[in-house]
């Protein structure tokens, strides 16, 4: 995918994102739980977030008639995720749509931010976390020939991005055991698989944090921390067809 790949271009911009594109933004989610994801595909994105257990609220995509823009609301979510389709005509107006309901992060081509039709949309960019070259169709040996970026969008930011370029700094290539700690959203390797914080100071923070919000609840003791959490489950996203 991108503007020096010599393939010819798939019908509705259809490129899943993989998951290496994915674990250099998962530190940058903090405070994330919920989110949406309008321009869903397979859902590949979406299974690949819900591996870190965030919870998808909303997934859709024209192909399966739902236009992304044609929605003002995609439930109660804490930010719109999305590789959105590479066309400029569909990239715009969803930047401008996705931006006004809720913090989001976009799958863009890095080359694009420098362009002169960017830069209405640069003030309102908070964040660009640069990612390595990714590899667009699976099994293929050969990665990308464009660097790309995810970018965090929010109206009511006005100050430009910050650019967070980690490539080589060694924290984008964990195994499959990787999880995110649902605190600080750090990854770290589990040693169990039910295990959700990566220390036991997040696992108090997130624990009192809780209290704070639950005051009239009190938790039997010995009750796990987040044990009737929905978001332990597998993929749960409930709108994608
Ligand atoms: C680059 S693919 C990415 C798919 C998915 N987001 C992922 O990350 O795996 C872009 C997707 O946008 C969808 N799309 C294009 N225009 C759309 C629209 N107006 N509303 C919703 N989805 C749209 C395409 O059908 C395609 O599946």
């Given amino acids: ?5 010599s393939f010819e271009r798939r019908p509705g911009d259809f490129y899943p994102t993989p998951r290496s594109a994915v674990l250099p933004l998962i530190p940058h989610l903090r405070g994330i739980h919920t989110f949406a994801e309008p321009c869903a595909g397979d859902g590949a994105l979406v299974r690949h977030l819900e591996s870190f257990r965030l919870r998808c609220v909303y997934a859709g995509d024209i192909r399966s008639g739902q236009d992304a823009l044609a929605l003002d609301w995609y439930g109660m979510i804490d930010a719109i995720l999305t590789n959105p389709p590479h066309r400029r005509d569909l990239l715009h107006p969803m930047i401008t749509h996705f931006q006004r309901i809720a913090p989001t992060w976009l ?3 890095y080359d694009w931010s420098a362009t002169k039709q960017a830069a209405p949309y640069m003030p309102h960019c908070s964040d660009i976390v640069i990612l390595p ?3 667009w169709i699976e099994g293929s040996k050969d990665t990308g020939k464009d660097n790309h970026a995810w970018y965090r969008f929010d109206a009511r930011h006005r100050g430009g991005p910050v650019l967070h370029n980690n490539r080589g700094q060694g924290a984008v290539n964990p ?3 990787t999880s995110a700690c649902e605190q600080c959203r750090r990854l770290y ?3 169990r698989l039910s295990s959700r ?3 036991q100071a997040c696992r108090q923070h997130a624990y009192r944090k809780r209290l704070s919000v639950t005051s009239s609840v009190t938790p039997a003791p010995n009750t796990p921390i987040g044990s009737s959490d929905p978001s332990g489950g597998g ?3 409930p709108v994608l067809r």
């Fill in 197 to 199: 914080f990566c220390s």
């Fill in 107 to 109: 799958l863009i081509d």
């Fill in 1 to 5: 995918m991108g503007k020096r790949s």
């Fill in 175 to 177: 195994s499959r055991r």
């Fill in 133 to 135: 070259r990714l590899k």
């Fill in 189 to 191: 390797e589990p040693q």
């Fill in 235 to 237: 993929p749960s996203c």
